[in-house]
């Protein structure tokens, strides 16, 4: 089980930063920056923003920080892989890895330089310019999606090692037990 979990994790990621990178060449390509395109009625609109910061451009005077910050998330998952059975947990943290690393790939190598580059976002909702939520990239959706779906693994019990974590139905406050599931 260890070995798919892990193939799981690999492909997703490899999928996560394809797609990311695409989208981003694509964007840089056919969007200019200031001339969004409006689609799905104005719900999406494509708007080319070269983002220093994180969402809603929280720390755009660190943008440094943000490379150091992803590396250590790509070596906790490394780690991770080493106990890994669980293929949601795998699919989590393939997102996590894939996002991570399609943005990491925008602070190292785009404009203004290593560890300051800025990322490319495209992807506004309800408005051009991100009047009501952040624009973000295929890299921030990888990203979201997997800690959340971390998160909902960990509320409902489930291991990175496939076992999960079960209350027993006793009135004493022991601990949970384990058991595969």
Same mark, same amino acid.
């Given at each position: 089980?260890?070995?798919?979990?892990?193939?799981?994790?690999?492909?997703?990621? %490899?999928? &996560?930063? =394809?797609?990311?990178?695409?989208?981003?060449?694509?964007?840089?390509? +056919?969007?200019?920056? #200031? !001339?969004? *395109?409006?689609?799905?009625?104005?719900?999406?609109?494509?708007?080319?923003?070269?983002?220093?910061?994180?969402?809603?451009?929280?720390?755009?005077?660190?943008?440094?920080?943000?490379?150091?910050?992803?590396?250590?998330?790509?070596?906790?998952?490394?780690?991770?892989?080493?106990?890994?059975?669980?293929?949601?947990?795998?699919?989590?943290?393939?997102?996590? %890895?894939? &996002?991570? =690393?399609?943005?990491?790939?925008?602070?190292?190598?785009?404009?203004? +330089?290593?560890?300051? #580059? !800025?990322? *490319?976002?495209?992807?506004?909702?309800?408005?051009?310019?991100?009047?009501?939520?952040?624009?973000?990239?295929?890299?921030?959706?990888?990203?979201?999606?997997?800690?959340?779906?971390?998160?909902?693994?960990?509320?409902?019990?489930?291991?990175?090692?496939?076992?999960?974590?079960?209350?027993?139905?006793?009135?004493?406050?022991?601990?949970?037990?384990?058991?595969?599931?």
């Amino acid at each position: 089980m260890r070995r798919k979990a892990v193939v799981v994790l690999g492909l997703t990621a %490899l999928f &996560g930063l =394809l797609l990311d990178q695409l989208t981003k060449e694509l964007s840089t390509n +056919g969007l200019t920056e #200031g !001339h969004p *395109v409006r689609i799905l009625g104005g719900l999406v609109h494509l708007s080319l923003l070269r983002n220093s910061g994180a969402a809603f451009s929280l720390g755009s005077g660190y943008t440094w920080v943000f490379p150091l910050v992803t590396l250590v998330v790509v070596g906790w998952i490394g780690a991770m892989t080493l106990r890994l059975r669980s293929v949601p947990w795998a699919v989590a943290l393939g997102l996590v %890895l894939g &996002g991570a =690393l399609g943005n990491l790939g925008d602070r190292l190598f785009r404009a203004p +330089g290593v560890f300051q #580059g !800025h990322v *490319v976002d495209m992807i506004s909702l309800f408005g051009p310019y991100g009047e009501y939520f952040a624009v973000f990239n295929i890299a921030d959706s990888c990203l979201s999606v997997g800690v959340v779906l971390a998160v909902l693994l960990e509320l409902t019990g489930r291991q990175r090692d496939g076992t999960r974590l079960t209350k027993r139905a006793t009135a004493s406050d022991e601990p949970g037990e384990k058991t595969t599931a």
